[in-house]
């Protein structure tokens, strides 16, 4: 904690913790909020934490979750301040559930300034809180999804009145992504092993749907990765700290940007088109050369 800290934040503890806190620290303020009241919104100029519609300066601030209660978004809260260049008290609280979801996955990358569609990442209380900031950033129609595999958590919303519906159901603590509709006819699926590419695929949706999953029903065909497209699978899959993954990327304005990383990828539609080796043969001779040269 060398850090030279300008504030404190507390998240998630009484006034009289916030005054004593203050009173023992030489910081010129501590800031007090309850995690699930924030929302995080996730642009081009990287995360921004918002609480009330205003912006929270988190630039070398301390940061102490004071109950271990809303761990989840406490944790990507945690998580992001420390991957800032913040300090954490008890830093164990940027290991929580769900850490290696999508929804974690967006914040992680967009702190080191890899591109994502513009998305907001909160809970249910926090769209009550920050309404005005999120609505305002996006036009419809939307994504929204909770974590979960294959597709399954994800919808798409078309209005003000489905996005109020969908964020009102939230269960308590349970956190939701919004992400911007991008218009497209294919997504790329890039498999990767130990910072080795070993292919990839392209993904196109089934008729009258809008997710390109082979579990929803889409078809593949091969792909051969460009290099910006080989640079930013390569990127997501190790600030995410997978040795093995599918990383899914879709096209943003004619580049290439990081949708999803996918521990346990599904290969049947990849072997489908790639058919020398099955996907694991490939990977465990990657794995048995790493081993053997001690890397």
Known sequence: ????HKKCILLNGGKKTQAALAAGLTLPEVERYRSKEICILLDYNGPTLYHNNIKIDYSHCLLLNRFSRDLQFAGIISELIAN???????????????????????????????????????????????????????TMPVVCKTDGNKGEQVQKITSVTELDFFMNNLQDEEVALIQEY???????????????????????AAPGQFLNNVSQGGSVELHNTTPKEASLALQAAKLNKTDIAGVDLIYQDNEPVF?????????????????????????????KNKLENHV
């Open 1 to 4: 904690m060398g850090t030279q």
């Open 84 to 138: 800032s260049g913040g300090s954490v008290i008890n830093p164990i609280g940027c290991h929580y559930k769900d850490a290696s979801e999508k929804i974690a996955q967006m914040v992680r990358v967009s702190t080191y300034n890899v591109p994502i569609p513009k998305t907001a990442v909160l809970e249910k209380s926090g769209y009550v809180h920050n309404t005005e900031i999120v609505q305002n950033a996006f």
């Open 182 to 204: 991008i218009p497209n006819s294919f997504d790329i699926r890039i498999i990767i092993a130990f910072g080795e590419i070993i292919g990839a695929v392209k993904r196109k």
């Open 259 to 287: 949708l999803e990383l996918n521990q346990g990828f599904g290969i049947e539609g990849f072997e489908r088109v790639h058919k020398e080796e099955p996907v694991f043969t490939i990977i465990g001779r990657i794995l």
